[in-house]
Nanobody, 115 residues
Framework: QEQLVESGGGFVQPGGSLRLSCAAS????????LNWYRQAPGKERAFVAW????????SYVDSVKGRFTISRDNAKNMVYLQMNNLKPEDTAVYYC????????WGQGTQVTVSS
């Protein structure tokens, strides 16, 4: 059974940091690029970051560049999102996703940034 399971969300004050993790199982992890998306209250799900299969090439939405870092460990079937200098507008449910046909999504983890 193919599965992605996110963890690491929580409540943090502005300027704080969180590290999200996504555990993959049921498929050959190293064959796929992976994405992080987020969905803020009342908004559509939006792209946050992408990492290529080799873990070297990455891409970010402009609003998180310089603050977020995506990484992966192919030996552990894990992908991470290090989030620094968090802002209230980063509040959202964060999803790990495998692109393709079919795509695969995790259940999401809530991140709340508030003073």
């Amino acid at each position: 059974q193919e599965q992605l399971v996110e963890s690491g969300g929580g409540f943090v004050q502005p300027g704080g940091s969180l590290r999200l993790s996504c555990a993959a199982s049921g498929f050959t992890f190293s064959w796929y690029a992976l994405n992080w998306y987020r969905q803020a209250p009342g908004k559509e799900r939006a792209f946050v970051a992408w990492i290529e299969r080799d873990g070297v090439t990455t891409s970010y939405v402009d609003s998180v560049k310089g603050r977020f870092t995506i990484s992966r460990d192919n030996a552990k079937n894990m992908v991470y999102l290090q989030m620094n200098n968090l802002k209230p507008e980063d509040t959202a449910v964060y999803y790990c996703a495998r692109p393709g046909a079919p795509s695969l999504w995790g259940q999401g983890t809530q991140v709340t940034v508030s003073s």
